[in-house]
């Protein structure tokens, strides 16, 4: 038995030998230390690749792209193809070591497109296939879906499928090319279990240990335009009142047996506005009637301060939630300042978490608060 079984064995030595670096890079915390990335708005066209501080990052996410909703497959024009080229070469020169992925879908796309996609086998094959072609074609390090959000429990089963047919193309590609399996990562909730128009569906957890590199959860927007009767701390990391904080969705993910090295926070680099409906009545919750400054109430950190020293605004910062709210006239922006995100990413420190990301990069001023965060988390 042993003599007949020897040559098979030398052939698996051997084919592990050629493709030695091709393993998946589940242990990325412990090597490469905490994940700390960016999102790059496509769209923002004062603010280049180039213009990315990426001493601050390890990983830059290109927003977004996405595929045809007939074929699934992504259809690149040109000058598509010569944005994603320039992200992924103008960054890589920059900081060979930092990871590019090519993030897919965003809040503008919303559930529908990925819900259809990821409804059959045919569908999702012809999906993954066309991501793992995009990404090494512009040369990315990986794939971040932005599926926002599943909204069935059947959802959700397809969203497990995609995963783990995702997790077996990427391998296969990985052994057949001789390169590094590219990243596999997503874009999730703040916690795992959803409850949005009534109806309950929770993330795959066990798959997503399995398949995915990281999720990035966004612990953001948890109040907005959406509600314009009362102020609130969009990113509380924790709220005396609710369960509606960062503190208890990364809780959540833990609790649902997350791997820890896996879950990363979400930093949100803009405020939300409102305009009181009493300029006297101004703390976290007061009486609202409609939107501030920004697009519909959403103002980037560096406009944020801007507003402030161009009306005198009175800042407040307040500890029950760790947030910053300012307030002139009936205009009233909650958002996150260098301090509060000192605390978040300490926070997510001492949970052992795998690191923190911001939404969105070109809204820093002058690398304050991005600055603040990678200092705070250093090995
Ligand atoms: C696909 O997108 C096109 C263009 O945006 C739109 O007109 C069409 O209704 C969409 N089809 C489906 C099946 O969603
Ligand atoms: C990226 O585009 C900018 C112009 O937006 C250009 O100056 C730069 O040379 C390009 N970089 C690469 C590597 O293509
Ligand atoms: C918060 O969640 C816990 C369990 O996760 C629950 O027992 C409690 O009732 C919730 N609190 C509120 C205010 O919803």
Same mark, same amino acid.
């Given at each position: ?11 698996? +030595? ?83 070591? +930092? ?54 429990? &059947? ?52 798959? +997503? ?9 966004m612990c953001y927007d948890y109040h907005g335009s959406w509600d314009l009767t009362t102020t609130g701390a969009q990113a509380a990391l924790y709220d005396p009142n609710s369960n509606v904080s960062t503190s208890y969705g990364l809780h959540s993910w833990i609790k649902a047996k997350i791997q820890r090295e896996k879950l990363v926070m979400g ?24 939107v501030g400054p920004g697009i519909q109430g959403q103002l980037g950190y560096a406009d944020v301060e801007k507003f402030n020293i161009q009306n005198n605004a009175k800042v407040v910062f307040d500890l029950s939630t760790v947030s910053v709210y300012s307030v002139a006239g009936n205009t009233w922006i909650g958002y996150d300042d260098a301090r509060?995100?000192? +605390? ?24 304050? &608060? ?10």
């Open positions: 038995m042993e003599f007949l079984n020897a040559p098979t064995i030398s052939l698996v +030595i051997l084919s592990l030998a050629i493709c030695s670096s091709t393993s998946a890079t589940n242990s990325m915390y412990y090597s490469h230390g905490p994940n700390k990335g960016a999102y790059w708005p496509s769209w923002s066209i004062d603010f280049p690749p180039s213009a990315i501080d990426t001493t601050l990052f390890s990983h830059a996410y290109y927003a977004f792209l996405s595929p045809n909703n007939v074929t699934f497959k992504f259809d690149v024009d040109y000058p598509t193809a010569l944005s994603l080229k320039n992200f992924t070469t103008t960054l890589h020169k920059k900081k060979p070591s +930092i990871k590019t992925l090519l993030s897919i879908g965003g809040a503008a796309e919303g559930p529908i497109l990925f819900s259809h996609m990821a409804s059959s086998y045919d569908s999702r094959k012809n999906f993954i296939l066309s991501t793992i072609e995009v990404a090494r074609k512009f040369d990315f390090d990986g794939v971040d879906l932005d599926w926002e959000f599943p909204q069935t429990p &059947i959802d959700m089963v397809n969203f497990r499928h995609l995963l783990h047919e995702w997790r077996v193309a990427v391998k296969k590609e990985a052994k057949s090319t001789c390169r590094p399996q590219l990243l596999l990562s997503a874009a999730t909730y703040y916690k795992p279990e959803i409850t949005l128009d009534n109806v309950y569906r929770k993330y795959p957890v066990k798959s +997503i240990n399995k398949n995915l590199d990281w999720i990035n959860a930093l949100p680099l803009y405020g939300r506005t409102w305009q009181l409906k009493d300029p006297s009545l101004y703390g976290i919750g007061a009486p609202a009637v409609d509060s995100v000192k +605390i978040k990413v300490e926070y997510a420190k001492t949970l052992k978490i795998g690191g923190y990301f911001f939404w969105a990069v070109d809204a820093d001023h002058e690398w304050k &608060i991005s600055r603040q965060a990678s200092k705070t988390w250093v090995i």
